[in-house]
C-alpha cells in the first residue's frame, strides 16, 4: 500500500452539476477525514468517519454534500448543484485506530466550477 | 473555539540559512500538533508529530518543538536548501464535542533562494 489516493485529481464542471470524488485511505487505517482548502487557507474539517459511522460533521457541510463511506474502506464525497463557492482542493486523510495518531493525506482533488 | 495562527505569511531565504517558522494555537489543552509540508497543487506531507506530553521532535534538519503553556510551536529547519522551498502547515489535535479534532494554521509559504 503506497498510501491514500484519491480520484479523480482534477474536476471541471459547470455549476449546477453534481459531482463525486473517491478517497481510498491506507488499509489498515480505520479513521477516514475529509477537508476542502482554498487558495491562501489551511484545509477546513468537513467530516470523519470511523469504520463505516460518520461520526462527525463540520457546520461547513451544507445539505448540498453528502459523504459515505460503506464498507469502511473507501469514501466518497457526493456535492449536489454545485456552486461556484465550491471551488477547492477536496483532501482525504486516513489514521489509525489509536488516539492522538499521525494523519496521512491524499493528493487531494482540485474542484473547478464554472 | 480553537485557532491556529502562523506567522509570517510568507518567508524568503538565502540558501544554507537555518530558518524558525512559527505557530501559536489559543487552547493549551491540545492532544498533539502536526507539521506538514505543501507543494502547489499538491497534498500535504507530513513532516514531524509532538503530542501534547513531548517538547520537541527531530527529523533530519528539522527540529519542532512545543510549548503548551505558551501557546507556541516552532519548526526549525537546518541548512535550507531550494528544495525545502514550500508551504509549510501547522495543525493542532483538540478534543471539541467528545470528538478529537484538527485545526489548520493558514501557512508559511517558504522561498529559500539559490
Keep these: 500500500d503506497t498510501g491514500v489516493s484519491q480520484n ?24 477516514l477525514y475529509w477537508y476542502r482548502q482554498t487558495l491562501g487557507q489551511g484545509p477546513e474539517f468537513l467530516t470523519y468517519f470511523q469504520n463505516e459511522a460518520q461520526l462527525e460533521k463540520s457546520r461547513l457541510l451544507s445539505d448540498r454534500f ?12 457526493e456535492i449536489q ?16 485506530r489509536r488516539d492522538n495518531a499521525e494523519q496521512y493525506f491524499g493528493p487531494g482533488t482540485r474542484l473547478t466550477v464554472t | 473555539k480553537q485557532e491556529v495562527t502562523q506567522i509570517p505569511a510568507a518567508l524568503s531565504v538565502p540558501e544554507g540559512e537555518n ?27 507530513s513532516l514531524l508529530l509532538i503530542q501534547s506530553s513531548q517538547r520537541e ?15 507556541r510551536s516552532t519548526l526549525y529547519i537546518a541548512a535550507s536548501q531550494p528544495g525545502d522551498s514550500a508551504t509549510y502547515l501547522c495543525a493542532a489535535r483538540f478534543l471539541s464535542g467528545g470528538y478529537q479534532k484538527v485545526t489548520f494554521g ?9
Design chain 1, 8 to 31: 479523480p485529481r482534477h474536476k471541471i464542471t459547470k455549476r449546477g452539476q453534481n459531482v463525486t470524488f473517491r478517497c481510498d485511505p491506507i488499509s489498515e487505517h480505520n479513521r
Design chain 2, 57 to 71: 521532535q527531530t527529523s533530519g534538519r528539522l527540529n519542532a518543538s512545543l510549548d503548551k503553556s505558551s501557546g
Design chain 1, 81 to 96: 448543484r454545485t456552486e461556484q463557492g465550491d471551488s477547492a482542493m477536496y483532501l482525504c486523510a486516513s489514521s489509525p
Design chain 1, 66 to 77: 453528502s459523504a459515505e463511506r460503506p464498507k469502511g474502506s473507501f469514501s466518497t464525497l
Design chain 2, 19 to 45: 530558518l524558525v517558522l512559527n505557530c501559536s494555537f489559543t487552547d493549551s489543552a491540545i492532544y498533539n500538533l502536526q507539521w506538514f509540508r505543501q507543494d502547489p497543487g499538491k497534498g500535504l506531507t
Design chain 2, 106 to 114: 493558514t501557512g508559511t509559504k517558504l522561498q529559500v533562494i539559490p
